[in-house]
Protein backbone atom coordinates (compact mmCIF):
# COMPACT_ATOMS: atom_id res chain seq x y z
CA UNK A 1 0.00 0.00 0.00
CA UNK A 2 1.09 3.62 0.11
CA UNK A 3 2.83 5.37 2.89
CA UNK A 4 4.71 8.79 3.62
CA UNK A 5 7.16 8.92 5.92
CA UNK A 6 8.45 12.25 7.08
CA UNK A 7 11.29 13.12 9.78
CA UNK A 8 10.49 12.88 13.37
CA UNK A 9 10.16 16.84 15.08
CA UNK A 10 9.96 18.97 16.55
CA UNK A 11 12.61 21.22 14.65
CA UNK A 12 13.25 24.12 15.89
CA UNK A 13 15.05 26.93 14.24
CA UNK A 14 16.29 30.14 14.97
CA UNK A 15 15.06 33.07 12.82
CA UNK A 16 16.05 33.44 9.34
CA UNK A 17 18.22 29.94 8.92
CA UNK A 18 17.14 27.05 6.50
CA UNK A 19 14.78 24.76 7.23
CA UNK A 20 14.59 21.04 5.51
CA UNK A 21 12.06 18.65 6.37
CA UNK A 22 12.49 15.56 4.50
CA UNK A 23 9.86 13.18 3.00
CA UNK A 24 9.95 10.20 1.48
CA UNK A 25 6.54 8.17 0.17
CA UNK A 26 6.04 4.27 -1.23
CA UNK A 27 3.32 4.64 -3.79
CA UNK A 28 2.55 2.23 -6.86
CA UNK A 29 1.76 4.48 -10.14
CA UNK A 30 2.24 8.36 -10.52
CA UNK A 31 0.95 9.85 -7.29
CA UNK A 32 0.68 13.49 -6.67
CA UNK A 33 2.74 14.83 -3.63
CA UNK A 34 1.73 17.56 -1.62
CA UNK A 35 2.94 19.69 1.38
CA UNK A 36 0.45 20.89 4.47
CA UNK A 37 0.76 23.05 6.99
CA UNK A 38 -1.56 23.47 10.08
CA UNK A 39 -0.93 26.01 12.13
CA UNK A 40 -2.46 25.60 15.57
CA UNK A 41 -5.93 24.81 16.70
CA UNK A 42 -6.85 25.46 12.81
CA UNK A 43 -7.19 22.14 9.89
CA UNK A 44 -4.66 21.70 7.44
CA UNK A 45 -4.03 24.50 4.34
CA UNK A 46 -2.35 23.63 1.48
CA UNK A 47 1.16 24.46 0.97
CA UNK A 48 2.18 23.26 -2.00
CA UNK A 49 1.57 20.59 -4.73
CA UNK A 50 3.33 18.68 -7.41
CA UNK A 51 1.99 15.93 -10.14
CA UNK A 52 4.37 14.57 -11.71
CA UNK A 53 8.34 13.63 -11.77
CA UNK A 54 10.65 16.88 -11.70
CA UNK A 55 7.91 19.52 -11.11
CA UNK A 56 8.75 21.81 -8.42
CA UNK A 57 5.67 23.31 -6.03
CA UNK A 58 6.46 26.31 -4.47
CA UNK A 59 4.33 28.94 -2.14
CA UNK A 60 5.01 31.46 0.16
CA UNK A 61 8.95 30.77 -0.23
CA UNK A 62 8.96 27.08 0.62
CA UNK A 63 9.66 24.63 -2.20
CA UNK A 64 9.49 20.89 -2.57
CA UNK A 65 10.72 19.06 -6.03
CA UNK A 66 9.08 15.26 -7.09
CA UNK A 67 11.96 13.39 -7.22
CA UNK A 68 10.94 10.03 -8.07
CA UNK A 69 14.02 8.22 -8.49
CA UNK A 70 14.81 9.17 -4.83
CA UNK A 71 10.84 8.81 -4.31
CA UNK A 72 11.20 11.88 -1.82
CA UNK A 73 9.49 15.57 -1.77
CA UNK A 74 11.35 17.45 0.42
CA UNK A 75 10.13 21.09 2.27
CA UNK A 76 12.68 23.49 1.88
CA UNK A 77 13.03 27.18 2.84
CA UNK A 78 15.59 29.45 2.52
CA UNK A 79 14.89 31.99 5.76
CA UNK A 80 12.65 30.66 8.13
CA UNK A 81 10.19 33.51 9.77
CA UNK A 82 8.81 33.36 13.34
CA UNK A 83 5.23 32.99 11.55
CA UNK A 84 6.28 29.41 10.00
CA UNK A 85 5.75 27.77 13.48
CA UNK A 86 3.19 25.24 12.31
CA UNK A 87 2.83 21.39 11.84
CA UNK A 88 3.85 20.42 8.21
CA UNK A 89 2.30 17.03 6.71
CA UNK A 90 3.74 15.69 3.75
CA UNK A 91 1.25 13.25 1.48
CA UNK A 92 0.37 11.83 -1.57
CA UNK A 93 -2.62 11.72 -3.56
CA UNK A 94 -3.68 8.47 -5.52
CA UNK A 95 -7.55 7.62 -4.97
CA UNK A 96 -7.22 9.22 -1.60
CA UNK A 97 -4.61 11.27 0.49
CA UNK A 98 -2.32 9.59 2.69
CA UNK A 99 -0.44 11.63 4.98
CA UNK A 100 3.13 11.28 7.26
CA UNK A 101 2.55 11.59 10.78
CA UNK A 102 3.49 15.53 10.28
CA UNK A 103 7.06 17.25 11.28
CA UNK A 104 6.68 20.06 14.11
CA UNK A 105 8.82 23.62 13.27
CA UNK A 106 9.31 25.91 16.09
CA UNK A 107 10.59 29.15 14.94
CA UNK A 108 12.50 31.37 17.43
CA UNK A 109 13.96 34.93 17.52
CA UNK B 1 -12.55 29.62 -3.78
CA UNK B 2 -12.29 26.39 -2.77
CA UNK B 3 -13.12 26.85 1.08
CA UNK B 4 -14.79 24.91 3.17
CA UNK B 5 -16.34 25.69 6.73
CA UNK B 6 -17.05 22.98 9.60
CA UNK B 7 -19.86 23.91 12.21
CA UNK B 8 -19.22 23.91 15.26
CA UNK B 9 -16.18 24.84 15.80
CA UNK B 10 -15.98 23.46 19.35
CA UNK B 11 -18.35 21.32 21.13
CA UNK B 12 -18.55 19.87 24.50
CA UNK B 13 -20.97 17.62 24.96
CA UNK B 14 -22.03 15.35 27.76
CA UNK B 15 -21.52 10.89 27.57
CA UNK B 16 -24.53 9.29 25.85
CA UNK B 17 -25.86 12.23 23.95
CA UNK B 18 -25.04 13.00 19.97
CA UNK B 19 -23.37 15.44 18.31
CA UNK B 20 -23.99 16.45 14.70
CA UNK B 21 -20.91 18.00 12.91
CA UNK B 22 -21.68 20.01 9.52
CA UNK B 23 -18.92 20.37 6.78
CA UNK B 24 -19.90 22.16 3.91
CA UNK B 25 -18.11 23.42 0.33
CA UNK B 26 -18.54 27.30 0.30
CA UNK B 27 -17.96 28.00 -3.22
CA UNK B 28 -17.65 24.93 -4.76
CA UNK B 29 -19.39 21.61 -5.78
CA UNK B 30 -17.70 18.41 -4.02
CA UNK B 31 -18.63 15.47 -5.23
CA UNK B 32 -17.04 13.71 -2.74
CA UNK B 33 -15.98 14.50 1.27
CA UNK B 34 -13.62 12.82 3.53
CA UNK B 35 -13.84 12.56 7.23
CA UNK B 36 -10.48 12.47 9.14
CA UNK B 37 -9.97 12.22 13.22
CA UNK B 38 -6.69 13.73 14.72
CA UNK B 39 -5.41 12.83 17.75
CA UNK B 40 -2.88 14.95 19.75
CA UNK B 41 1.01 15.17 17.76
CA UNK B 42 -0.27 12.88 15.35
CA UNK B 43 -1.33 12.55 11.95
CA UNK B 44 -5.12 12.66 10.24
CA UNK B 45 -6.48 9.57 9.91
CA UNK B 46 -9.09 8.70 7.28
CA UNK B 47 -12.15 7.64 9.05
CA UNK B 48 -14.73 7.73 5.99
CA UNK B 49 -15.39 8.72 2.38
CA UNK B 50 -18.59 10.18 1.95
CA UNK B 51 -20.00 10.80 -2.08
CA UNK B 52 -22.98 12.65 -2.54
CA UNK B 53 -26.23 10.77 -2.60
CA UNK B 54 -24.63 7.34 -1.90
CA UNK B 55 -23.61 5.32 1.45
CA UNK B 56 -20.31 6.14 3.03
CA UNK B 57 -17.61 3.70 2.85
CA UNK B 58 -15.93 3.25 6.31
CA UNK B 59 -11.79 2.65 6.75
CA UNK B 60 -11.50 -0.44 9.02
CA UNK B 61 -11.82 -0.41 12.29
CA UNK B 62 -14.38 2.96 12.19
CA UNK B 63 -17.64 1.98 13.43
CA UNK B 64 -20.29 2.83 10.68
CA UNK B 65 -22.98 2.91 13.50
CA UNK B 66 -21.50 5.23 15.76
CA UNK B 67 -20.01 7.74 13.15
CA UNK B 68 -22.84 8.53 10.75
CA UNK B 69 -22.33 10.17 7.51
CA UNK B 70 -24.95 11.72 5.78
CA UNK B 71 -24.15 13.62 2.45
CA UNK B 72 -27.43 14.84 1.07
CA UNK B 73 -26.45 17.46 -1.25
CA UNK B 74 -22.93 18.90 -3.29
CA UNK B 75 -21.88 21.41 -0.56
CA UNK B 76 -23.33 19.49 2.74
CA UNK B 77 -21.54 16.28 4.50
CA UNK B 78 -22.90 15.79 8.20
CA UNK B 79 -20.95 13.42 10.52
CA UNK B 80 -22.77 12.59 13.69
CA UNK B 81 -21.11 10.76 16.39
CA UNK B 82 -23.45 8.84 18.60
CA UNK B 83 -23.81 7.94 22.26
CA UNK B 84 -20.34 10.18 22.58
CA UNK B 85 -17.85 8.99 25.06
CA UNK B 86 -14.58 10.69 26.50
CA UNK B 87 -12.84 8.74 24.03
CA UNK B 88 -14.53 10.02 21.00
CA UNK B 89 -13.08 13.25 22.28
CA UNK B 90 -10.66 14.63 19.24
CA UNK B 91 -10.32 16.75 16.50
CA UNK B 92 -12.43 15.81 13.10
CA UNK B 93 -11.36 17.19 10.31
CA UNK B 94 -13.41 17.34 6.91
CA UNK B 95 -12.71 18.02 3.42
CA UNK B 96 -13.86 18.05 0.38
CA UNK B 97 -12.61 17.12 -2.91
CA UNK B 98 -13.25 19.17 -6.41
CA UNK B 99 -16.33 17.98 -8.65
CA UNK B 100 -14.33 16.84 -12.20
CA UNK B 101 -17.31 19.17 -13.61
CA UNK B 102 -15.33 21.76 -11.91
CA UNK B 103 -11.90 23.40 -13.47
CA UNK B 104 -9.22 23.03 -11.32
CA UNK B 105 -7.34 19.49 -10.25
CA UNK B 106 -9.75 16.88 -9.90
CA UNK B 107 -7.36 15.25 -6.94
CA UNK B 108 -6.70 17.84 -4.91
CA UNK B 109 -8.86 18.45 -1.59
CA UNK B 110 -9.50 21.22 0.80
CA UNK B 111 -9.80 21.24 4.18
CA UNK B 112 -12.48 22.50 6.97
CA UNK B 113 -10.71 24.32 10.21
CA UNK B 114 -11.86 21.55 12.19
CA UNK B 115 -14.41 20.67 14.85
CA UNK B 116 -12.88 19.73 18.46
CA UNK B 117 -14.80 17.20 20.68
CA UNK B 118 -14.86 17.15 24.12
CA UNK B 119 -16.86 14.60 25.82
CA UNK B 120 -17.41 14.74 29.15
Known amino acids: GNSVTQMEGPVTLSEEAFLTINCTYTATGYPSLFWYVQYPGEGLQLLLKATKADDKGSNKGFEATYRKETTSFHLEKGSVQVSDSAVYFC????????FGTGTQLKVEL | GAVVSQHPSRVICKSGTSVKIECRSLDFQATTMFWYRQFPKQSLMLMATSNEGSKATYEQGVEKDKFLINHASLTLSTLTVTSAHPEDSSFYIC????????????????FGPGTRLTVT
Open chain 1, 91 to 98: ALSSNKLT
Open chain 2, 95 to 110: SARVSRRVAGVADEQY
